[in-house]
């Protein structure tokens, strides 16, 4: 069976849901597999009572959410693979290799 975060929160952001009228209806809701719901890769979801906008925002909102962690034990770990990314810094970007100097002619 495959849960969908608005049936596991009850948070009424479903289409039709009790809360659309305030707020609509969520971006994950709306752009959902009825397979599988994803909602930490869907930008703008409306998740705790705001919009989760830019993604470093909203992947610590996903980390700390009961849904995610859930879904995370079902699928053997993937919360701890996104706290390790989340946790690295970026790569620092490669430097071009320093030409040699010109041949005197």
């Known amino acids: 069976m495959a849960f969908k975060c608005w049936e596991f929160t009850k ?3 479903e289409p039709n849901g009790s809360n659309t009228g305030r707020d609509g209806v ?3 809701a709306a752009s959902h597999k009825a397979e599988d719901c994803q909602c930490w890769v869907v930008m703008g979801t409306l998740c705790h009572g705001k ?6 925002d909203k992947l610590k909102s ?3 959410c009961d849904f995610f962690k859930y879904l995370s034990r079902q699928r053997q770990g993937s919360s ?3 706290q390790k990314i989340y ?3 970026p790569p620092a ?3 071009a290799p320093t030409p040699p100097p010109a041949a005197k002619a």
């Not at 919009?51 to 470093?56: A, D, N, P, R």
């Open 51 to 56: 919009v989760q906008s830019q993604f470093t």
């Open 11 to 13: 948070c009424g952001h």
């Open 62 to 64: 996903c980390l700390q």
């Open 26 to 28: 969520c971006p994950a």
């Open 87 to 89: 946790a690295e810094p």
């Open 93 to 95: 970007p490669e430097q």
């Open 80 to 82: 701890a693979l996104l």
